[in-house]
């Protein structure tokens, strides 16, 4: 994969990221491309913070796949930070080509380099390649997930 660089979204990715999230079939139910308009707030909340990391794997100028990583800073394990890794996504014209393992790498890295103590995630239930996939890079599931919706 030489021709994909991982780099930090730009506002022009907007809607590449937006398809991407709404393909599959939790985000085919909640999101919509027909406006990008509350997208767009949140990218520029996203931008402006510097522990907000939301990247692209760009090939030849496209997206095809992206990733959002939160570096939290905490009080537990002796005051360690702790990489959150959010929408793990990738087009489905770059599926099977091993991005999303290049992704997770990157995420993990970028971790390690912010000195985080260890990199999270969740994952819907009902994604259970997910779960396979997560299991092979050395995750564990180590944690019962809990939500709240609010709207």
């Not at 506002?11 to 999101?31: H, K, N, S, V």
């Not at 939301?54 to 990733?67: Q, S």
């Not at 995420?107 to 260890?118: F, M, Q, Y």
Request: with cysteine; glycine share 8%; aromatic share 4%.
């Amino acid at each position: 994969m030489t021709d994909v660089v991982i780099r930090r979204a730009i506002r022009a990715d907007l809607p590449g990221i937006i398809a991407m999230i709404a393909d599959d079939q939790l985000g085919a139910t909640r999101e919509s491309v027909d406006d990008l308009t509350p997208y767009e707030a949140a990218f520029e909340a996203i931008d402006a913070d510097p522990n907000q990391l939301l990247v692209v794997a760009d090939r030849n100028g496209e997206p095809i796949g992206t990733l959002q990583l939160t570096i939290i800073p905490g009080l537990s394990r002796r005051g360690s930070s702790r990489g959150l890794v959010e929408a793990v996504r990738v087009a489905a014209s770059a599926r099977g080509i091993g991005l999303g393992s290049t992704l997770m790498e990157w995420a993990i890295e970028e971790s390690r380099n912010r000195g985080c103590a260890l990199v999270q995630l969740t994952s819907d239930k009902s994604r259970t390649d997910a779960h396979r996939f997560y299991d092979r890079l050395g995750f564990e599931n180590s944690h019962e997930g809990f939500k709240l919706k609010l709207s």
